[in-house]
């Protein structure tokens, strides 16, 4: 298994432990639109990250369709983030 690989795996469970949570990103966003506590933000926080991971997942299995030089940045980048 490759690093990209292990990577989409562990976005695609995360997102599975989300959906499970809350039933769905609209279902989410609608509870956030309804109003956060003050005191807990957390529902606010899993929506940033719900959306921060479909949006890598998109990018992530898109890049191999498009351009192996994106796929090679990433995966660079991936491996060696620094």
Known sequence: MTLIDARVLELSQ???HYKERYG????????????VSADD???????????????ELEQVTHFPKTDEKCWRFYRTNLTNPY
């Open 14 to 16: 995360r997102t599975t």
């Open 24 to 35: 769905s990103l609209k279902k989410l966003e609608t509870q956030v639109a309804q109003g």
């Open 41 to 55: 933000h957390s529902l606010y926080t899993d929506l940033l990250e719900w959306r921060g991971m479909q949006d």
